[in-house]
């Protein structure tokens, strides 16, 4: 589906089968000789099919398009190693072009870590089996080294009519960034802010405390004079103060869950996890196929990790397990 939602500014809505997500808005800005892609899609045939038909009815010419990624998340990026061509600039940032630019072994070790953490915190061998195999950037993510135009807060990204600010909005992923245009009062806001749908704050071996970090986000762009927000996924949707009104409102939601299942005892994150409300369509914990598992660990483990620094609970480290418990 294609739809101009601003002048010049066309949303190519990308398909991601079997995704809770169900798709990715590539946003498609036309400037005289020159054309700007935000955000991809999967390396995925239904994705490069639907792109494809998007750019092709836009009249996008790829020998004069550049490409803007907000952050590393295979259904952003990894197209784009396909889409771009030798005169394209695919502009990234820095603490993400670490993760993708690793070495096969740096990555590997990188998987490891990330596979020894969840064992730590009580994810079963045996489903972690069936999760990781199945983990978007496992089966779609983008490997490099691939070269990248690198921005940075307070950089300018400049495309016909329309003036970008880089807005570094870290916690989400590490170096995720949103663009901000102060004229008209835009805001490409990625997957930093949703509408129906909140954000997946996880665990990174790169950050030590997501969820502040996204707090943070959250605060640093609700500063900004916004009238309509382009999200990732899902529709654009215009009341940004509201919704980091409900987005914190959900966080701190979250945070009183998990304080309540540890009051019954110490937990590690797994026998946390299931005492969490979360937004998905099965009927209970025990159904959640393992990769939908992965995600809701990581978001336990993200909040411990914050109620952990604000001296809410203890970590205990017993062995090879890591347990909670009020303070
Ligand atoms: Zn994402």
């Keep these: 589906m294609l739809t101009e939602v601003l002048p010049n500014i066309y949303s190519v809505e990308v398909p991601l089968p079997r995704s809770p997500l169900r798709a990715v808005n590539s946003y498609v800005i036309k400037a005289p000789g020159r054309f700007l892609v935000i955000d991809t899609g999967w390396k995925h045939e239904e994705c490069r099919r639907a792109i494809m038909q998007g750019l092709q009815n836009l009249n996008v010419d790829l020998s004069r398009t550049d490409f803007f990624i907000t952050h590393v998340h295979a259904d952003h990026l990894s197209l ?71 921005l940075k807060e307070d950089d300018f990204l400049n495309i016909g009519d329309y003036s970008f600010r880089c807005i570094e909005t870290p916690g989400h992923s590490p170096g995720h960034i949103c663009l901000y245009e102060p004229k008209q009062r835009i805001l490409i806001s990625g997957d930093h802010i949703l509408d129906t749908i909140t954000p997946n ?21 609700s500063q900004l004079d916004v009238d309509v927000v382009l999200p990732a996924h899902r529709n654009i949707f215009y009341d940004l103060s509201g919704r980091i009104a409900e987005l914190k409102e959900h966080h701190a939601a979250r945070l009183s869950e998990i304080l309540d299942s ?29 990769t939908q598992k992965w995600f809701a660990m990581g ?24 347990l909670f418990s009020l303070v």
Aim: glycine share 4%.
């Design 201 to 221: 704050i996880g665990y990174w071996p790169e950050l030590e405390n997501p969820l502040k970090e996204y707090l943070a986000s959250l605060d640093k762009v």
């Design 80 to 150: 784009v190693a396909e889409l771009a061509t030798d005169s394209s600039t695919v502009y990234f940032n820095a603490p993400e072009m670490a993760i993708v630019n690793k070495t096969k072994p740096e990555a590997e070790e990188r998987w490891r870590k990330f596979r020894d953490v969840y064992h730590s915190h009580g994810f079963p061998l045996d489903e972690m089996a069936k999760a990781t195999p199945w983990h978007p950037s496992q089966l779609y993510g983008l490997r490099g080294p691939f070269s990248f135009h690198i």
């Design 299 to 322: 978001e336990t483990v993200a909040h411990l990790e914050y109620l952990e620094a604000l001296n809410k609970i203890r970590r205990r480290d017993n062995k090879q397990e890591i």
């Design 262 to 290: 540890l009051d019954g005892g110490e937990k590690n994150a797994y026998q946390v996890a299931p005492n969490i409300k979360w937004d998905i369509d099965y009927p209970s914990w025990a159904l959640f196929p393992p």
